[in-house]
Each structure stands twice: as C-alpha cells, then as structure tokens.
Nanobody, 125 residues
Framework: VQLQASGGGLVQAGGSLRLSCVAS????????IGWFRQAPGKEREGVSC????????YYADSVKGRFAISRDNAKNTLYLQMNSLKPEDTAIYYC???????????????????WGQGTLVTVSS
C-alpha cells in the first residue's frame, strides 16, 4: 500500500493550491480518507476527512469555507483544494486512509493506518 502526496509549494496569502494523493495497493472508494497537517512544534491535526461508509465529511473549523476535499475513484486519487490560504496554513500536509475506523473519530490521526509521505505548504504573508 502506498499513498503519494503532491502539490505543495510556496504561495502568497490569499492564493490557492490543490493537493493530490494517489493511492496504490488499495481502492480509495473502500476507505475513509483524509488530509492532516503538522506545523513546526505542533501536533498533527485533522484538516478534512471523508467517509466511504456514509459520505460524512469533516472540516476543521479553521478551514471551513476555504478548503474542499474530494476523491476521484476512477483515478484512485484524493484531492484537497485550498483557497484563500493564510500564513497559519503553513505545514506539512499528509494524506491518510483507513478501512475500519470509528466514524465519530474521523478527525483523529491515530485512527488511520496508511499514510502518505507529506507535502510542504508554505504561505507567505
């Protein structure tokens, strides 16, 4: 199983980026999938996650209205569209997947089994 994240980079505040996560060795349509981020000196936090069971989607309060998660099952790829980026969005972003986590804990990183390698997003002010 491999998750390959990409799309990070340097962007000015107010700009946009789209992260991608290509999966191999598993079918994303059978997994709850999510994006997490970790800023220097901070714990990894859930940004946005979506369940394959009932379509439930979680967004952290800090990104609601700015970020959008989506999946393309035909391409076995997860996306995170990030708009109106802020300096506080600067972090390493990780994609993750799990087939049997507790949906009430969808935002918790410890619930996920498979992880991508991370892609760095830097937002300048």
């Amino acid at each position: 199983v491999q998750l390959q994240a990409s799309g990070g980079g340097l962007v000015q505040a107010g700009g946009s980026l789209r992260l991608s996560c290509v999966a191999s060795g598993l079918s994303l349509d059978s997994y709850t999938i999510g994006w997490f981020r970790q800023a220097p000196g901070k714990e990894r936090e859930g940004v946005s996650c979506t369940s394959h069971v009932d379509g439930m989607t979680y967004y952290a309060d800090s990104v609601k209205g700015r970020f959008a998660i989506s999946r393309d099952n035909a391409k076995n790829t997860l996306y995170l569209q990030m708009n109106s980026l802020k300096p506080e969005d600067t972090a390493i972003y990780y994609c993750a997947a799990d087939s049997s986590l507790i949906l009430s804990s969808i935002r918790l990183p410890e619930q996920y089994t498979y992880w991508g390698q991370g892609t760095l997003v830097t937002v300048s002010s």
